[in-house]
């Protein structure tokens, strides 16, 4: 599965907030701050290069300036289609997105927990080592 195939607004969304945290406080709190604007472009990024025609068409080109070019030209169209939508079409992305986030969120704590279980019954801790 190409990378196209595994964008989704979770993952963008969690890339935007995991990139912001690397950087100055001053940008983390406005990336907070304006999440939903970012999570809804997002949604309806990925919603668009998921297209099974667009994806189609993508596979097919061998020339990587021509899978450039095609990305180019699918992100122009879904930018200015992006400004067509309403507010509430935007809120409703972002809700998406957000969601996406959560359930994501919510399901890699859940593997954690499972990974450290399993360690644990694997590698029990070792007993404390005294100092003679």
């Known amino acids: 599965m190409g ?3 595994r964008l989704g607004a979770g ?8 990139g912001a ?7 983390l709190l406005g990336t907070i701050q304006h999440r939903a604007g970012y ?14 025609d667009f994806l189609l068409e993508f596979e097919s080109e061998s020339d990587p300036w021509g899978k450039s070019r ?4 699918k992100i122009h169209e879904l930018t200015l289609s992006f400004r067509k939508l309403t507010d509430n079409q935007r809120a ?3 809700a998406q997105a957000e969601s996406e986030l959560r359930i994501g969120l919510a399901q890699l704590i859940k ?11 694997v590698d029990p801790p070792s007993p404390p080592v005294t100092v003679q």
Do not use: P
């Not at 945290?21 to 001053?26: G, L, Q, R």
């Open 70 to 73: 095609l990305v180019g030209q």
């Open 11 to 18: 993952w963008g969304s969690w890339r935007y907030l995991a």
């Open 111 to 121: 593997d954690k927990t499972t990974l450290k279980s399993l360690i644990e019954c």
């Open 21 to 27: 945290t690397a950087k100055e406080k001053s940008w």
């Open 3 to 5: 990378k196209l195939q």
């Open 39 to 52: 999570g809804a472009w997002i949604a309806h990024l990925a919603k668009g290069l998921s297209d099974k």
């Open 92 to 94: 409703e992305l972002a």
